[in-house]
T-cell receptor
Framework: DAMVIQNPRYQVTQFGKPVTLSCSQT?????MYWYQQKSSQAPKLLFH???????NEADTPDNFQSRRPNTSFCFLDIRSPGLGDAAMYLC?????????????FGSGTRLTVV | GDSVTQMEGPVTLSEEAFLTINCTYT??????LFWYVQYPGEGLQLLLK?????DKGSNKGFEATYRKETTSFHLEKGSVQVSDSAVYFC??????????FGKGTRLSVIA
């Protein structure tokens, strides 16, 4: 089945230690998104890629970076995680922009910062 | 910017009860509206959508009508089942912008 896979499901990292979360897709979708979801809050868009074109949300902290080396993979790098970065990180894809009904989500990576 | 407001959860219902989860939105232009559902341990998945005023989206017994006059898109189901227990997210987008989500409402249905 075509899908979006996030690894790992659970990640524990130390305060200030760089961490990378990964997302892969077999759908060949053009757009990949990273959302941050904290407890009882709305998923918040961090950035998205349209193909190789990177789009950063204005309020995404500089601590968060992303890479998309090819169509299938997208990475979220947190350079110096703080306690406030503990959250669920959701990766999603869509074939094109403006296809709100066509998002496919991974199961998420829950990040704990100790 | 665009935003979505959902009723606070959790919502706990008995099986076969009627469900309403309220959702209102603020947006420039004419957004498309969505309900996504997240079952335990799984990713969000589309439940239903409506792309213009007065459209009704429906799926799996759930319905929601796009009400432009009240800027609302309330989710309803006439008779919930235990298998409907999940977190429900109202969302919107305008044009080519990414989805904007509400906080989610957790529904628990007990037998």
């Amino acid at each position: 089945d075509a899908m979006v896979i996030q690894n790992p499901r659970y990640q524990v990292t130390q305060f200030g230690k760089p961490v990378t979360l990964s997302c892969s897709q077999t759908l060949n979708h053009n757009v990949m998104y990273w959302y941050q979801q904290k407890s009882s809050q709305a998923p918040k868009l961090l950035f998205h890629y349209y193909d190789k074109d990177f789009n950063n949300e204005a309020d995404t902290p500089d601590n968060f970076q992303s890479r998309r080396p090819n169509t299938s993979f997208c990475f979220l790098d947190i350079r110096s995680p703080g306690l406030g970065d503990a959250a669920m990180y959701l990766c999603a894809t869509s074939r094109d922009l403006g296809e709100g009904g066509g998002y496919t989500f991974g199961s998420g990576t829950r990040l704990t910062v100790v | 910017g665009d935003s979505v407001t959902q009723m606070e959860g959790p919502v706990t219902l008995s099986e076969e009860a009627f469900l309403t989860i309220n959702c209102t939105y603020t947006a420039t232009g004419y957004p498309s509206l969505f309900w996504y559902v997240q079952y335990p341990g799984e990713g969000l998945q589309l439940l239903l959508k409506a792309t213009k005023a007065d459209d009704k989206g429906s799926n799996k017994g759930f319905e929601a009508t796009y009400r432009k006059e009240t800027t609302s898109f309330h989710l309803e189901k006439g008779s919930v089942q235990v298998s409907d227990s999940a977190v429900y997210f109202c969302a919107l987008h305008s044009g080519n912008t990414p989805l904007v989500f509400g906080k989610g409402t957790r529904l628990s249905v007990i037998a």
